[in-house]
């Protein structure tokens, strides 16, 4: 009777939904018990399936690792995306739109922010890990880019002025999510470094 309702329970997910149902699981795991919680057998378990399903998926807690990160990646990516449809055209619009994404995601995801890059930099990373995000990197400097064309931002060599923004909103989204900065203030906190940041990029005479 065991034996059935495993099959049964493993039937249920097919064309890829096993896939998804993992990570998505994972993704919880991490949020509620951290990454030493993560489990391959735990999480078949978690999911009704048999121990040796989630292999078809993923080898080892490495490719799982991966995989979330891969998934980290596309949703930042989408919010990102989703942020710029609704901006309007000007650069002040279009980098607070950003920013607020940005730092909206990685507060809502502090654990999975964080696995996506230290697994991004670990030197079996997959070549779909690191297009994902350069792609990321793309948004930004696409918004600079565009910034620059205008003339609303100043002249320079895109990454020269894209990596002090990153680790401007970066540094920021970290302070907010270890609760360094006092309660309540993130939104106006994020303001003030939006305003910081719109000064810095303005043309010489315009900061």
Do not use: W
């Not at 990153?166 to 939006?194: C, K, Q, R």
């Amino acid at each position: 009777m065991t034996d059935t309702l495993t099959a049964m329970q493993t039937r249920r997910y097919h064309h890829g939904d096993l896939r998804a149902a993992l990570l998505t699981r994972a993704v919880e795991t991490l949020r509620e018990k951290g990454p030493a919680a993560l489990s391959l057998r735990e999480l078949a378990r978690d999911l009704g399936v048999s121990h040796a399903a989630p292999s078809r998926h993923f080898k080892d807690k490495q490719a799982l690792l991966d995989g979330m990160a891969l998934l980290g990646f596309d949703r930042l990516g989408a919010a990102l995306d989703a942020s710029q449809e609704a901006a309007g055209d000007a650069f002040t619009e279009r980098f607070g739109a950003l920013a607020r994404a940005y730092v909206g995601f990685a507060t809502a995801n502090a654990e999975l922010l964080d696995l996506m890059y230290s697994t991004k930099h670990d030197p079996s990373a997959s070549e779909a890990l690191v297009k994902a995000s350069h792609k990321l990197a793309a948004v930004t400097l696409g918004v600079i880019t565009e910034g620059q064309s205008a003339g609303e931002v100043r002249e320079g060599p895109v990454e020269q002025i894209g990596i002090p923004i990153f680790s401007t909103l970066h540094g920021f989204a970290g302070l907010a999510v270890s609760g360094v900065l006092p309660y309540g203030s993130v939104e106006s906190g994020l303001d003030d470094v939006i305003a910081y940041v719109l000064r810095g990029c303005a043309p010489d005479g315009r900061g």
